[in-house]
């Protein structure tokens, strides 16, 4: 796969920022000509007494001035809309590229990073292209046309301004690199920051309810403070830059004043040539101090840049195989979902999943308990190939799950995760969620959500962000209706009856009994009621399969799912 680069984002727009440079050029050079106008009017117009002559060169000094005018305006509005393009292509591209991300990419760039780089470095993008574009071009030739210019009319003051030029070189060059390394370290920061403010926003309520507002105030502080830190080293940095290039500059200015003052004196020099040349010194000194400000934000892009190539960059993980050489050696399997000797490690964690083994036939229900951190969802993750197994392999329709087109295998699914999502749009479009193919209807009988829908007005009505308008037993019952509404293969549901009432567990549970027969259902729960019916149960402590069989075999010949059963169940 062929690396992207940010730098590769701008390239199909280098006709309109050539458009662009050129009329910006035309812009400068009006610039540079209105210093040289002005010398002219005093020291040849002036003395000569002829006042059409002097009308004139007014004339061509205001029209001067109006051409700069508009072609640094006209540039700079050509700037805009060119960087405005290119973030929109290249934020467009990054937020693809995150959405294909497999869960253990983004357990390693962790989310607060992948939305700073999406939001905070693409701006830094687009700051540095809109200067880049407007001072690009501008300081450059200021610089170059100021030194041309004042070379023809003094070479000594103009070889005496020159003799500072080396000295704001080197300190342009030493920002860029320092400041690249500092802005990383800035951006490492507000990541950390903007996780603490993502955990604290998230769990709002639980910090209430347990009185830990102060505490998480600190955590905060600590975060801002260490972000604060690194973004006063890094501005300290850059702050000094400007009054050692002034200073630098202004003795220049200084020297020149001084002895343009000796020359003039001495009939070396005119006096407009040195206020023409002060302009242009000005002109050199603004177009110094715009390349370091270039500079600058080169080294905040820079980091950025490489912080957004390597999402985009981020190799396919999870990608279709093609049988080995000796697959046909193996045995078959006949079963619509098995796990044969499958093995799982997350990194940088201590949890391990070892040798589950496991087959459920169509139709059936797979029911699925074990203590909080048993690994119950990391099966569905398994299954679903969010992550990829360690070792082992699982077949869906006796084909392992690696064999399949992602699509094709994502459509074999529905599923109801336990901290799922509901978007703030209406209720229809939460059950259909885009696929032409769903039967929402019979969906929200079956999931028990029909009653309450038509409370709130029907299917059209309109529901807030994360379903903050609907108790927990509505969201749950909207979320399975949007699991079941596409008639899918595999229904996964994976805590997500927990907030619902027995009755209401049941009558759902009888629904799926009746309307979807043919789907395997899989289960997870801490409650033994809702997976009591199921054909296989699995129970899991810390990632071993402790006890496999239907409820009444677990009662006999499985102590901790025994314990479970007498504990919810009263048996």
């Known amino acids: 796969m062929q690396e992207k680069k940010v730098t590769g984002y701008i390239k199909p727009f280098i006709p309109r920022m050539c458009g662009g440079f050129a009329v910006k050029l035309i812009g400068t050079l009006f610039d540079l000509g209105i210093p040289w106008v002005l010398s002219m009017i005093v020291d040849e117009v002036l003395p000569s007494g002829d006042f059409n002559l002097a009308i004139t060169w007014g004339v061509i000094m205001v029209l001067f001035c109006i051409g700069a005018w508009i072609g640094n305006v006209t540039a700079n509005r050509m700037a805009s809309g060119v ?47 809109s200067m880049l574009q407007r001072m690009g071009i501008r300081a450059p030739i200021m610089l170059i046309g100021g030194i041309a210019i004042t070379l023809t009319m003094d070479p000594v003051l103009t070889l005496i301004m020159m003799t500072m030029l080396p000295i704001a070189a080197v300190i342009s060059f030493k920002v860029k690199n320092k400041g690249r390394s500092l802005f990383r370290r800035v951006q490492g920061a507000s990541d950390d920051m903007l996780m603490t403010v993502r955990e604290n926003v998230t769990g709002v309520r639980v910090i209430k309810a347990l009185s830990k507002a102060e505490y998480e105030r600190k955590r905060f502080d600590k975060v801002n403070t260490e972000l604060m830190t690194k973004e006063k080293t890094a501005e300290t940095f850059m702050a000094m830059v400007n009054p050692m290039m002034g200073a630098i500059l202004n003795l220049g200015l200084v020297t020149v004043i001084a002895v343009g003052s000796w020359r003039v004196y ?39 840049s490489g912080r957004i190539e390597e999402v985009l960059n981020s190799p396919e993980d999870l990608k279709m195989e093609m049988p080995g050489e000796n697959e046909e050696e193996k045995v078959p399997s ?4 098995e796990f044969r000797n499958v093995s799982f490690k997350y990194e940088k964690s201590n949890f391990e999943m070892n040798n589950l083994n496991f087959a459920v036939n169509r139709g059936e229900t797979l029911g699925i308990i074990g203590a909080t951190g048993s690994g119950k969802s990391t099966i569905i993750q398994l299954l679903m190939r969010f992550y990829d197994v360690t ?74 962000i994360k379903g903050a308008d609907l108790s927990g037993g509505q969201k749950q019952r909207l979320l399975i209706s949007r699991a079941v509404a596409a008639n899918p293969d595999i229904l996964v549901l994976d805590d997500s009856s927990s907030a619902l009432d027995y009755k209401t567990d049941s009558l759902m549970r009888e629904k799926l009994r009746n309307h979807r027969a043919d789907t395997t259902k899989v289960i997870v729960t801490q409650r033994v009621s809702s997976i009591k019916h199921a054909e296989t ?12 069989g239907n409820h009444d075999f677990l009662i006999n010949n499985c102590e901790v799912y025994r314990e479970i059963a007498d504990s919810q169940m009263k048996l």
Do not use: W
């Not at 023409?276 to 002109?283: D, K, Q, V």
């Open 83 to 129: 960087s405005k393009d290119i973030t929109r292509r290249l934020r467009g591209d990054t937020f693809r590229k995150i959405t294909t991300l497999s869960n253990r990419q983004v357990d390693k760039l962790t989310i607060p990073s992948l939305i700073s780089r999406m939001t905070s470095d693409t701006y830094i993008i687009h700051q540095t292209c």
């Open 266 to 304: 001495n009939g070396d020099s005119e006096i407009g040539k040195i206020i023409a040349f002060m302009n242009y010194f000005t002109l050199i000194h603004q177009s110094l101090m715009a390349i370091t400000r270039i500079f600058t934000s080169i080294s905040r892009a820079s980091a950025s």
């Open 334 to 337: 006949t079963a619509h979902i």
């Open 391 to 464: 070792d082992g392999e699982i077949f869906i329709d006796g084909k392992n799950i690696k064999y399949y087109e992602e699509a094709e295998l994502k459509r074999k699914f529905g599923a109801a995760f336990q901290n799922d999502t509901i978007f703030k749009d209406t209720i229809r479009e939460n059950i259909a969620f885009g696929r032409d193919n769903a039967n929402i209807e019979l969906a929200t009988e079956i999931a028990q959500a029909k009653e309450f829908i038509e409370e709130r007005g029907g299917l059209d009505t309109e529901v807030a």
């Open 537 to 548: 149960i699995i129970v899991l402590e810390n990632g071993q399969i402790i006890g496999i």
